[in-house]
């Protein structure tokens, strides 16, 4: 299927008439923030070797925040 002139024009004027004429400058802007956001993102990545990333060993069961369990759980019935 080929979009013509007439097919991108009916979707703009959809477009306009859900979110209105004062909400389109906001979704663009909105839109462009968050594709900079993403590249931004990706060049940090992009520039950390692997070695040199921050990692975080796991908690070892000593150290553990969570209350200790008091073994098997209860059965109801038999």
């Not at 306009?16 to 060049?43: D, H, Y």
């Not at 990545?45 to 553990?64: C, E, F, L, M, Y």
């Amino acid at each position: 299927m080929e979009l013509s002139v007439w097919h991108i024009a009916l979707l703009l004027l959809v477009f306009l008439l859900v979110f209105g004429a004062k909400r389109i400058p906001e979704i663009g802007s909105s839109l462009g923030q968050g594709i900079r956001e993403f590249k931004r993102s990706i060049k940090e990545i992009g520039d950390n070797p692997p070695d040199q990333r921050t990692n975080v060993p796991p908690p070892s069961a000593t150290n553990s925040t969570l209350p200790p369990t008091g073994g098997e759980p209860k059965r109801l019935s038999q």
